[in-house]
């Protein structure tokens, strides 16, 4: 049975690799840090063999008197693309998620990398990650650069950013010091465009980065109870690539593309803290948000799958949806990572996020169950001896 869901699985990633199965989906749980540590919280997130993640529900002893809750499994077994562990390196995780991606982006076709999870739960430090161990971010990019170079003999091309976050389905231009809020159109030959944003053409990763840091500093970040430093919007750096075959057939052809890459709002829910007024009505409407965006890539996999191929796709249910609705899906390629804290405090949280990665793109496992439940194991043993035995003494 493993075997079969790694062939199916490895398949999957063959086929991401080719465009023709564009939607990858990855969870990423970070380590514990040391003041989790020193209060002696304990890990309840298990990862197996870099698909299949197990979480551990402590409250379960306590659900069973919980007539919404009692229903749920001690262990939850979740599989995905990849399941990487706090071991993973900024490296590999870059490798493995987003590495192909560029391969298009050149090409001129759309992508777009997601991070998403509760507040603390690594989205920047995926995304941006330090100057020392740069995040997904910085080694795009120099992997744009690179291609670029690549193939400067053949096309030119020209990269332009944008940086811009969506706050109360409000979008805002994070490169401007003017605060208004823009609106979406839609251009012929260039998609889904933010009218009156500031694009900046870059010519390196340290000019692109540079401008993320100018842009966060303008970032809306309003303390909560939950955590005083929360980001409460979606922060979407874009990435135009203009490109024009050098030599010229019968009529000047001009690609675009569009990279995108959203470190979403935190996804812990509103009912969470004691947020009350304009707190209140920011956390529905982030909910609002990732919520549309979970529909649209469920949507998405499963037309992408043959599964349903008439399936309406609600990008018009929100914001985020709106901007990206000409980068996801069809022939773009789309990551995302769920990025979860091991913490048993954060169980909640947790949970919801893998339900959410795992109903954005559903990969069937009923086959690798109650691998760490050791008692179980020994119970189940038990059990078939015991029916032994009965047979045994039946014949
Ligand atoms: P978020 O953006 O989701 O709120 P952060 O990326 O800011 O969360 O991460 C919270 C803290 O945990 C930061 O101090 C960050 O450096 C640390 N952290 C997150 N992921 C990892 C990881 N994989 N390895 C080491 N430290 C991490
Ligand atoms: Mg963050």
Sequence with gaps: YLNDFNLQRNNYIDQLKNGQNNILVAIRCRPLNQREIEKSEYEVVR????????????????????????????????????????????????????????????????????????????????????????????????????????????????????????????????????????????????GVVVAGITEIECSSTQEIMALLKVGNRNRTKEATEANEASSRSHAVLQVQVEIKQLEQGPQEEVKYSKLSMVDLAGSERAANTSNRGLRMIEGAKINQSLLCLG???????????????????????????????????????????????????????????????????NIKTNVVRNILNVENHLNNYAQIIQNLRQENEQL
């Design 47 to 190: 990862i197996l063999d870099e698909r299949v993640v197990v979480l551990i529900d402590p409250y379960y002893e306590s659900n069973q008197n919980d007539v919404l809750r009692k229903n749920r499994n001690k262990e939850m077994q979740f599989a995905f693309d990849y399941a990487f562990d706090e071991t993973i390196s900024q490296v590999e995780i870059y490798e493995k998620t987003s590495n192909f991606l560029l391969d298009g982006v050149i090409e001129g076709f759309n992508a777009t990398v997601f991070a998403y999870g509760a507040t603390g739960a690594g989205k920047t430090y995926t995304m941006v990650g330090s100057p020392d161990n740069p995040g997904i971010m910085s080694r795009t990019m120099n992997q744009l650069y690179y291609l670029i170079q690549q193939n400067s003999n053949q096309n030119h091309f020209v990269v332009r950013v944008s940086y811009l976050e969506i706050y109360n389905e409000n979008i805002k231009d994070l490169l401007s010091i003017e605060d208004k809020n823009l609106d979406l159109r839609e251009d012929p030959s260039q």
């Design 295 to 361: 529909n649209c890539i469920q949507a998405l996999s499963q037309i992408q799958e043959k599964k349903n191929s008439n399936l309406f796709v609600p990008y018009r249910g929100s914001k985020l949806t709106r901007l990206l609705k000409d980068s996801l899906g069809g022939n773009c390629r789309t990551v995302m990572i769920a990025n979860v804290s091991p913490s048993v405090l954060t169980f909640e949280d947790t949970y919801n996020t893998l339900n959410y990665a795992n109903r954005a793109k």
